[in-house]
T-cell receptor
Framework: EDQVTQSPEALRLQEGESSSLNCSYT??????LFWYRQDPGKGPEFLFT???AGEEKEKERLKATLTKKESFLHITAPKPEDSATYLC??????????????FGKGTLLTVNP | GAVVSQHPSRVICKSGTSVKIECRSL??????MFWYRQFPKQSLMLMAT?????????EQGVEKDKFLINHASLTLSTLTVTSAHPEDSSFYIC?????????FGSGTQLSVL
């Protein structure tokens, strides 16, 4: 069974204090790892997709990296508007049209001004 | 990114009534749509996968007669919660697939009294 574990569950940062969120996964045949941002009462907003170990992607203050066992979401000099829950999800399968995503519980990030 | 519109955003209903939630892909054709359920501080849990013009595929433990899914066109999928009970109260989120990415609606908070 595919499993995704995110840590920490919650993280409080001061504005400008850089940090990283972790996503550990166990899947049979990773097809893709996804990062989403979710604001309270809203649906997830797509951030990144990573497909292979060693891959990195950046968007503004966010940078996602991937190894064979985990992914990190690095947040550089965060601002209060970065406060949200960050979700990690994996897509697994050996082929076909299986686009099922397995999500972690998320990391609730709070950035204080 | 692609836009998925979900309505209503919030619904309150009496126990025993049915509720319909709509999910539309506004700027792309979604041959596959997914319905998720999310409890507070929990992961998004996939309920079912719907393919345009065919029957939905339900995840283990999800009652197909209670959660009716219709995907009659490439841009519209609906989820009907039949004979709703308080334990059905949750946040329901749809998503549409464009290529290898999933784009999510803004979610529907269902409260059953």
């Amino acid at each position: 069974e595919d499993q995704v574990t995110q840590s920490p569950e919650a993280l409080r940062l001061q504005e400008g204090e850089s940090s990283s969120l972790n996503c550990s996964y166990t899947v049979s045949g990773l097809r893709g790892l996804f990062w989403y941002r979710q604001d309270p009462g809203k649906g997830p907003e797509f951030l990144f997709t990573l497909y292979s170990a060693g891959e990195e992607k950046e968007k503004e203050r966010l940078k996602a990296t991937l190894t064979k066992k985990e992914s990190f979401l690095h947040i550089t000099a965060p601002k209060p508007e970065d406060s949200a829950t960050y979700l990690c999800a994996v897509q697994a399968g050996s082929g076909g049209s299986n686009y099922k995503l397995t999500f972690g519980k998320g990391t609730l990030l709070t950035v204080n001004p | 990114g692609a836009v998925v519109s979900q309505h209503p955003s919030r619904v309150i209903c009496k126990s025993g009534t049915s509720v319909k939630i709509e999910c539309r892909s506004l700027d792309f054709q979604a041959t596959t749509m997914f319905w998720y359920r999310q409890f507070p501080k929990q992961s998004l849990m996939l309920m079912a996968t719907s393919n345009e013009g065919s029957k939905a595929t339900y995840e283990q433990g999800v009652e197909k007669d209670k959660f009716l899914i219709n995907h009659a066109s490439l841009t519209l999928s609906t989820l009907t919660v039949t004979s709703a009970h308080p334990e059905d109260s949750s946040f329901y989120i749809c998503s549409g697939r464009e290529g290898e990415k999933l784009f999510f609606g803004s979610g529907t908070q269902l409260s059953v009294l």
